[in-house]
């Protein structure tokens, strides 16, 4: 809630000391300025979170993220929930106010808990009929991502390329999920996902701020599965905590033979070859779940379907607003089709077996195969 000045009340005696905010404090301070200064003037700097988890029977995807751009004063997060097919996602806007400490953003309420070890992420009644409490519970040791920086690639030449770092994981979730006035409880087993990221560009703003270059909305696509010795997230592997492998390890390119829907072009199966730095080699099964995707663009991904809203893109007044969606119907489909993390049944090839993501941005994979590129051919 805001006064008329557009400020959160609760923060009016923050405001008044700008650029000072709570955070400041803490004893944590890592350059002369106070925290909710930016280390860099460019637009397009975020912090940003992101969490896909399911219950173990397969039913229930619920992907949300949030993202913070404190040079532009605003603040983004989204919620999605698919229970069998019914797909419904939540989006709210606000500006960031006196208070980076703040996570609230309209009904999309998450909370640290423990950092590095427990988050809650609360989702309140709302207008698409969803809501959700689930604690995660990090499982996986999280290894910091080097600051990444893509500077071949910068537009105008001679601007710095943009850079990203953070951390990612794996963890047991528990709580409930609520749809239509149905609360189900989530099954022992159930499991997610999440990371943190910051730095500057991923998409942010849209076209309008991709300064000539290309628009991100991820890369290849990723995996996202957790065995019990060994997870996979992306280009590394992941261990449980107490594991005597130390750090992490890297996974290399994999090679992949992808199925589709032939009516959407939408990703159905896949049998992937992976080699890690440790000379091990790993195969593994894909067979998605019925239809239980997250579909991205409801989380601004490449836009939202129908208003075409960015991450970062929104600059208008505090605003709530989503739809819900029937995923089992191929027209829906190809209308969400963007940066999709598919539910999956994922079988190793020394017969382990789980649930796990596989996420695709269609139908650029199936073009991607169709190309011939290198890596990529149909199973």
């Given at each position: ?51 896909v988890s399911h219950d173990s029977t397969g039913d229930i995807v619920v992907a949300t993220g949030a993202s913070f751009y404190p040079n532009l004063d605003r603040a983004e997060a989204y919620a999605i929930v ?58 996986t040791r999280q290894v910091f991502r080097e600051p990444l920086s893509n500077s071949t690639s910068g537009s105008p030449r001679g601007r710095r390329g943009d850079v990203t770092s953070g951390f990612e994981g ?202 011939g590129r290198k890596g990529w051919d149909f199973l």
């Amino acid at each position: 809630m805001t006064d008329d000045h557009g400020l959160f009340v609760d923060d009016e005696h923050f405001a008044e000391q700008f650029p000072l905010t709570p955070m400041d404090d803490y004893m944590i301070h890592q350059t002369p300025d106070p925290v909710r200064v930016m280390w860099t003037g460019d637009p397009r700097a975020y912090e940003r979170f992101w969490m896909v988890s399911h219950d173990s029977t397969g039913d229930i995807v619920v992907a949300t993220g949030a993202s913070f751009y404190p040079n532009l004063d605003r603040a983004e997060a989204y919620a999605i929930v698919n229970v069998r097919g019914r797909h419904s996602a939540v989006r709210s806007f606000r500006s960031i106010g006196a208070d980076r400490a703040d996570l609230r953003i309209g009904p999309i309420v998450p909370q640290i808990v423990r950092g590095l070890r427990e988050w809650r992420y609360v989702l309140e009644p709302n207008e698409q009929g969803i809501a959700y409490d689930i604690t995660f519970t990090d499982t996986t040791r999280q290894v910091f991502r080097e600051p990444l920086s893509n500077s071949t690639s910068g537009s105008p030449r001679g601007r710095r390329g943009d850079v990203t770092s953070g951390f990612e994981g794996f963890g047991t979730v528990s709580g409930w999920v609520e749809v239509d006035g149905e609360r189900i409880e989530l099954s022992p087993g159930s499991v997610g996902t999440r990371d943190r990221h910051w730095g500057t560009g991923r998409g942010v703003g849209g076209p309008a701020l991709s300064l000539g270059g290309r628009l991100h909305v991820g890369t290849n696509g990723n995996a996202f599965v957790a065995f019990d010795d060994w997870t996979i997230w992306g280009d590394r592997l992941y261990y449980p905590f107490g594991d005597q492998k130390k750090g992490c390890a890297k996974v290399f390119k994999p090679t992949r033979r992808l199925r589709f829907e032939p009516d959407t072009q939408v990703f159905a199966e896949a049998i992937v070859d992976y080699e890690f730095d440790t000379g091990e080699k790993a195969q593994l099964h894909y067979e998605k779940i019925g239809q239980q995707t997250a579909f991205l663009r409801c989380g601004m991904y490449g836009g939202t379907p129908g208003g075409d809203i960015h991450q970062g893109g929104y600059d208008g007044p505090d605003m709530t607003e989503g739809e819900t969606l029937d995923v089992t119907l191929p027209r829906t489909r190809i209308g969400v089709r963007g940066l999709d993390e598919h539910l999956c049944r994922v079988t190793r090839d020394d017969g382990a077996s789980t649930l796990g993501i596989y996420q695709t941005i269609d139908p650029v994979a199936f073009e991607a195969c169709t190309s011939g590129r290198k890596g990529w051919d149909f199973l």
